[in-house]
């Protein structure tokens, strides 16, 4: 059973920095593309960062040049370094393993599954 749990959100000032953790279990790590997103009350599920099984990344517009996907194979755990940020970023933020082995062309939430609680950030002006 794929369990997946999101960690490290909090409440900062904008131009603060978060990092967030993300520990999936239960299926076999380096083989498939995992996706950070976030959500807002009312509106859609939107991916922000994502890292494919050879390490490839991508970045959603908002966040190019301010967040930055990782992962660490010996703890089965994937992070995203939020830097510089804005209160529009505010949202609850989720990781998921996605259905498919590469990211590309497999961007929505549709793609990914077993979705976590999420962990909240909150960025105050």
């Known amino acids: 059973q794929v369990q997946v749990a999101e960690s490290g959100g909090g409440s900062v000032k904008t131009g603060g920095s978060l990092i967030l953790s993300c520990v999936i279990s239960g299926y076999s790590f380096s083989e498939y593309c995992v996706g950070w997103f976030r959500q807002t009350p009312g509106k859609e599920r939107q991916g922000v960062a994502y890292?494919?099984?050879?390490?490839?990344?991508k970045y959603s517009e908002s966040v190019k040049g301010r967040f930055t996907i990782s992962q660490d194979n010996a703890k089965a755990t994937r992070y995203l370094q939020m830097n510089d940020l804005k209160p529009e970023d505010s949202a609850m933020y989720y990781c998921?393993?996605?259905?498919?082995?590469?990211?590309?062309?497999?961007?929505?939430?549709?793609?990914?599954?077993?979705w976590g609680q999420g962990t909240q950030v909150t960025v105050s002006s």
């Open positions: 890292i494919d099984t050879d390490g490839e990344r």
């Open positions: 998921a393993p996605s259905h498919w082995t590469y990211c590309a062309g497999h961007w929505g939430s549709d793609d990914f599954g077993n």
